[in-house]
């Protein structure tokens, strides 16, 4: 597991394993050459899960479980508390078997302690004897606002000895929704999530969903490069569902659930972008990963400069707040 986890960094790292192109590039925010607005003014702030945070930034779940982990977590949670930004971590599995293991995910909340902090745990492990007891342990391990359950099946298709009993998953998602004592979200990681199992997991009663759409980093390509076969790697790199085809069909029918937009976001505009199609907010991994590897220094001014981004492309765009920015229209 382990050696898994590293593999995965790396190969996250290859520019093979990006899409070509951004799910975002097609589109174009209405610009403004009167907007009306003192840029001084404009607000990129947001509240999520209780609390105020700079931008409506979630720094993805990515890692955990080694010391190559823990020094990236170190520098991104460093980050996240200082530029006031919501983190998640990678899925903390590794640190019910391996008590060595704990730190790297403890150390998130030692670095980030106001921040908003996601927990984080496959969904199919309720198919492998996990219980309600051990997704709350991970959720106290870090001291986490709310759990992302990640779903992944055609990784786990294609991952060597991978995790592919799916069957009868949705009742047992729903006990842990209500028995849980934090928000419970539901993300992807890399391949989208349609509207159909959108609506399922909105009926499970989960308060978050993270569509990690298919434009971003490509697990299918890396769960194939592992698995030694070039031709798995490319048959499967780009299935699935893209990330603004996925905002769309949920932002329909979510109700009163959160909509994250990830899969693809590399610049504030395609932040505002997938919020003018319905996201309530976005989330990134490589982007932040390239700069945590370095220096948690570098992850703060890339996160400065992103959130002063997004509040210069709300004013370009004649929008004063982020709630504004909805109504943006785009073109194509």
């Not at 890399?190 to 499970?204: F, R, T, V």
């Amino acid at each position: 597991m382990k050696q898994r986890k590293i593999d995965h960094i790396k190969l996250s790292l290859d520019d093979d394993s990006q899409a070509p192109v951004g799910p975002f590039d097609k589109y174009r925010l209405e610009y403004r050459a009167l907007p009306e607005i003192n840029l001084d003014d404009v607000s990129t702030e947001v509240s999520l899960l209780g609390k105020t945070i700079s931008q409506p930034l979630i720094i993805a779940s990515m890692t955990g479980g080694t010391k190559y982990a823990a020094t990236i977590n170190k520098n991104l949670a460093i980050a996240a508390e200082k530029t006031n930004v919501a983190i998640g971590v990678g899925s903390q599995r590794i640190a019910l078997r391996d008590k060595s293991a704990v730190k790297t995910f403890e150390l998130v909340r030692e670095y980030a302690p106001s921040t908003v902090v996601f927990a984080n745990m496959g969904a199919i492990q309720l198919n492998n004897n996990k219980t309600v007891r051990d997704y709350q342990a991970v959720v106290d391990m870090i001291g986490a606002d709310a759990l992302y359950r990640h779903i992944n099946p055609l990784q786990e298709a294609l991952q060597p000895s991978g995790d592919t009993n799916y069957a009868d998953l949705l009742s047992k998602i729903a006990t842990l929704v209500s028995k849980l004592r934090v928000p419970v979200y539901v993300k992807e990681v890399g391949n989208g999530i349609d509207s159909i199992s959108a609506k399922m997991l909105i009926q499970a009663g989960v308060s978050g969903i993270d569509v990690a759409g298919v434009g971003g980093t490509s697990y299918s390509w890396i769960e194939g490069k592992r698995a030694k076969s070039a031709n798995l790697a490319e048959w499967f790199k780009s299935a699935g569902v893209e990330t603004d085809q996925s905002i769309m069909e949920i932002s329909n029918i979510k109700k009163n659930v959160s909509l994250v937009a990830s899969g693809g976001i590399r610049t504030p505009l395609d932040g505002l972008k997938a919020h003018a199609l319905g996201a309530d907010y976005y989330s990134m991994a490589r982007p932040l990963l390239q700069k945590a590897i370095v220096s948690s220094e570098e992850t703060i001014l890339f996160l400065e400069e992103f959130q002063r981004g997004l509040q210069v492309a709300l004013f370009s765009c004649g929008s004063g707040d982020w709630d504004s920015g909805k109504s943006i229209k785009l073109t194509k």
